[in-house]
């Protein structure tokens, strides 16, 4: 590749033949090339020197100079030379040299042996294929969030992998829709994900299970969301079988819903049969929860929703004939709502909500009359108008208690400090437990963390805060593990006390930040 006959003008030639043909840029084939005639000048002249190369960006011409650093004392002859005799290398600018300079002395053009062209040619090779590399990375991380289309090239262990023109990419087993065949040969639309950067090269991955490529099919088939009238809310799939999705329009003239599914369906069955017959409900947005809730649960009628936006969680009341089609087969219904709007939701018959309402109220009675000793009349009429905790009894005024019929303010303040007594009994209680659990004040002052937290985790042998940082948000919440192909639930530490996973993170979050500062 070179050699000491190589017209300069050809070597020029060359690296704009390869910077075409790979699309990299000129100034790396160049820099490439002085890297490798520099490889074989070292070996030429010895490693021991320091020699740098430099190839004319116009003519073409080669210089090879040697670099030696202007010392006083020499310790190393191949790197370093006296003041002296640098002025006699360098006789026209010999007035201004001074120690710490640099000089340059020029060496002999190199005829290349067969082992240093050899040896050029790998660095040459080298550098072209990493830049080739990062050049097709930077291509395609622009790609990311977009759909892409190839042709399945091979299947390997039942991952496929697609030819997509100047690279490849992969969408493994579970990204795949379930039961969909796909062969070599084929055709194949896909979301891009994630396109990682890794030493050998980079790596594209595909998926036609994520939510975003239900999306991203809209977003090609409907001119109104290409443009921006109609906005995507949210997507929930469970591939292969059924999705919905939220839409919505700011022009109050556009049907959201009407534009996605199209003149008799032709928009919304061309993403169908994309997708394998993939049923999708499509579903207006509205920043009514209640309603988008009951859109979202369809077909099933709802009597009543209740919301609890601190845990973000609803409870949806219904009637029994209504129960099946909310929960849907396999609860896929109520599984897709629940992703679609990101509230965890609960389904009850009317009959169930009854008997647990009057559940939770002998309950919270019981809790009153045991804990401030009151008789069962006193307790029932506290939670009936309200009051349905010892915390809250401590927090209020005596004028609002003796607001209720048959309580005057002395039995109401009576009623307070009661309260705000057994909290601090109970709280000692537990500042005793705790400290026969073993757990440490670093986690105990966490903030965030409640006492009945903190019994919960000394229970389970988390007793420090660094125990508690290496922590997921599944563990303290709950989730879901595969085990042998099989979805398998995960109890929780702290599910009891329904912790967002936003919260659960923000507190694993700031436990680390405590612990690795």
């Known amino acids: 590749m070179l050699n000491r006959g190589l017209d300069k003008q050809e070597l020029l030639r060359i690296v704009d033949a390869v910077a075409n043909e790979k699309s990299i840029d000129k100034e790396l084939v ?29 003519s073409g011409d080669i210089k090879i100079q040697k670099v030696l650093d202007i010392v006083e004392k020499v310790e190393d002859s191949a790197r370093e030379i006296t003041l002296n ?22 060496l002999p053009q190199i005829d290349f042996g067969r082992i240093a062209a050899q040896s050029a040619k790998q660095v040459i090779s080298s550098r072209v294929r990493e830049a080739e590399k990062n050049r097709q990375y930077e291509d395609f991380i622009d790609k990311q969030g977009q759909i892409l289309s190839g042709i399945i090239k091979r299947l390997e262990y039942g991952n496929i992998i697609v030819d997509l023109g100047k690279a490849e990419g992969v969408i493994k087993k579970d990204e795949l829709i379930p039961r969909e065949i796909l062969k070599t040969g084929d055709r194949v639309k896909a979301y891009c994900y994630e396109v990682k950067k890794e030493l050998k090269g980079h790596q594209i991955f595909l998926s036609r299970a994520h939510p975003q490529f239900l999306a991203r099919l809209f977003f090609q088939e409907v001119p109104e969301i290409y443009e921006g009238t ?24 556009i049907d959201p819903v ?37 859109e979202s649960l369809s077909p099933a009628e709802i009597q009543k929703v ?56 002998k309950d ?11 008789d069962e009349t006193l307790g029932q009429l506290l939670v009936s108008e309200g009051f349905t905790s ?50 440490e004040e670093s986690l105990i002052n966490l903030k965030g963390m409640t006492q009945g937290m903190l019994v919960i985790l000394g229970q389970k042998n988390i007793k420090k805060l660094q125990d508690f940082a290496d922590l997921s948000s599944d563990e303290l919440i709950g989730g879901f593990d595969e085990i042998k192909g099989k979805k398998i639930r995960i109890e929780g530490y702290l599910e009891e006390f329904s912790l967002s996973r936003k919260e659960a993170d923000e507190l694993i979050m700031a436990a680390r930040e405590i612990v690795y500062k």
């Open 30 to 58: 160049i820099g490439s090339m002085e890297s490798a005639i520099q490889k074989a000048a070292l070996t030429k002249f010895g490693n021991d020197n320091n020699i740098e190369v430099i190839i004319d960006r116009e």
């Open 85 to 106: 005799d640098a002025k006699k290398i360098d006789t026209k600018a010999a007035d201004e040299l001074k120690i710490g300079d640099k000089i340059f002395e020029e």
């Open 230 to 253: 109609i906005e995507i809310k949210s997507v929930a799939r469970d591939p292969g079988s059924r999705a919905k999705i939220c839409v919505f329009s700011q022009d109050s003239s």
């Open 258 to 294: 009407g534009a996605c599914v199209g003149m008799r369906g032709s928009r919304v069955q061309t993403i169908v049969n994309e997708l394998h017959g993939e049923k999708i409900d499509i579903i207006k947005w509205t920043e009514d929860l209640p309603t988008l809730i009951s």
């Open 306 to 361: 209740l919301i609890d936006q601190e845990n973000k969680r609803i409870d949806i009341i219904l009637t029994e004939e209504n129960l099946s089609k909310a929960i849907g087969r396999r609860g896929q219904n109520v599984r897709l709502a629940s992703k679609l709007t990101n509230f965890e939701i609960d389904i009850l018959t009317d009959k169930e909500d009854s008997e647990r309402r009057q559940a939770e109220f």
């Open 364 to 374: 919270r009675t019981e809790t009153l009359i045991k804990n401030l000793e009151v």
């Open 390 to 439: 010892i915390e809250e009894i401590a927090q209020t005024t005596p004028e609002n208690i003796s607001k209720i019929d048959a309580i005057d303010e002395e039995t109401a303040q009576e009623l307070i400090n009661r309260s705000k007594e057994n909290l601090i009994k109970e709280k000692e209680a537990v500042a005793q437990k705790l400290k026969e659990l073993g757990v």
